[in-house]
């Protein structure tokens, strides 16, 4: 079974600034893809940032970059620059490409706040 | 860009009464994945669609049964519908054959059972 830990239900950040969101996970398989949704008030579910277990390199995705330890199974996401439109719950997710099952597995999730 | 659409956007409905939710993929899109996100919780993977056939299931009821058509859109048919099953019910759209993997979510259906 396929796990997603994320350790951290709330967070806040002033505006500008950089926050980290913490995000552990556990698998079996050898192929999989990481992922970072944002869900703002609206609940609208939005991909941030995809990162390939096979890629050694941290996906960059403008002010949204990840620390990827695979041997930790650790997938950080940092935002930088923080903004107001920033605040959302942050949901860490897990996809096993090895077989035919392609589900997401979310973790808890992580709710940010960017205050001005 | 074409993304995925759902609706009814929200659906009020009477215990024991049934629903239908409809998906409609980005074009192109092969694969549909049902999720359903209570209140406070994270979703929660429901069942799967890859051309036209169930490719996997995860923890739905047997009261919901859902298909895919041959234009890709998929319908997940909620019946017996109980006070729990109140939550945001999304669809995602994924292409196989790409390098990308990613699955790209609707608005999602909030369906409100009283």
């Known amino acids: 079974a396929q796990t997603v830990t994320q350790s951290q239900p709330e967070m806040s950040v002033q505006e500008a600034e950089t926050v980290t969101l913490s995000c552990t996970y556990d698998t079996s398989e050898s192929n999989y893809y990481l992922f970072w949704y944002k869900q703002p008030p609206s609940r609208q579910m939005i991909l941030v940032i995809r990162q390939e277990a096979y890629k050694q390199q941290n996906a960059t995705e403008n002010r949204f970059s990840v620390n990827f330890q695979k041997a930790a199974k650790s997938f950080s996401l940092k935002i930088s620059d923080s903004q107001l439109g920033d605040t959302a719950m942050y949901f860490c997710a897990l996809l096993n490409s090895g077989g035919s099952n392609y589900k997401l597995t979310f973790g808890k999730g992580t709710l940010l706040t960017v205050n001005p | 860009a074409a993304g995925v659409i759902q609706s009814p956007r929200h659906l009020i409905k009477e215990k024991r009464e049934t629903a239908t939710l409809k998906c409609y993929p980005i074009?192109?899109?092969?694969?549909v994945y049902w999720y359903q996100q209570g209140p406070g919780q994270d979703p929660q993977f429901l069942i799967s669609f890859y051309e036209k056939m169930q490719s996997d299931k995860g923890s739905i009821p047997d009261r919901f049964s859902a298909q895919q058509f041959s234009d890709y859109h998929s319908e997940l048919n909620m019946s017996s519908l109980e006070l729990g099953d109140s939550a945001l019910y999304f669809c995602?759209?994924?292409?196989?054959?790409?390098?990308?993997?990613?699955?790209?979510f609707g608005p999602g259906t909030r369906l409100l059972v009283l």
């Open positions: 074009p192109r899109h092969d694969t």
């Open positions: 995602a759209s994924r292409a196989t054959g790409t390098s990308e993997e990613t699955q790209y």
